[in-house]
């Protein structure tokens, strides 16, 4: 089992920055694949950043290059930088858990979510 707290959101004007953290609780979080998604209002969740066990990363096209996941086992942590944000990355952030040895992105492919955090982008 394993509980998730995200924290760091925030309101930023577009070209700011802000940083995510994902707390976890669990013993075993290191073996576990985070992900971070968001949700715009009206809008389905959606994937944006993975990191593996071995800290291997995918991400979302929208946010290559502005986005960097990395995570911190001794903190049982991980975290989504995020630069240069635009209106568009408006949402709710989710990070999410799953046991799996791949970079899942799809939220059905992740068991455990934290509540969320809201960021939002003004132009």
């Known amino acids: 089992q394993v509980q998730l707290v995200e924290s760091g959101g925030g309101l930023v004007q577009a070209g700011g920055s802000l940083r995510l953290s994902c707390s976890a609780s669990g013993r075993t979080f290191s073996s576990y694949a985070i992900g971070w998604f968001r949700q715009a209002p009206g809008k389905e969740r959606e994937f944006v950043a993975t990191i593996g066990w071995s800290c291997s990363t995918k991400y979302a096209d929208s946010v290559k290059g502005r986005f960097t996941i990395s995570r911190d086992n001794a903190k049982n942590a991980v975290y989504l930088q995020m630069n240069n944000l635009k209106p568009e990355d408006t949402a709710v952030y989710y990070c999410?858990?799953?046991?799996?040895?791949?970079?899942?992105?799809?939220?059905?492919?992740?068991?455990?979510w934290g509540q969320g955090t809201q960021v939002t982008v003004s132009s």
């Open positions: 999410a858990a799953d046991v799996s040895l791949g970079l899942p992105t799809t939220p059905y492919a992740y068991g455990y």
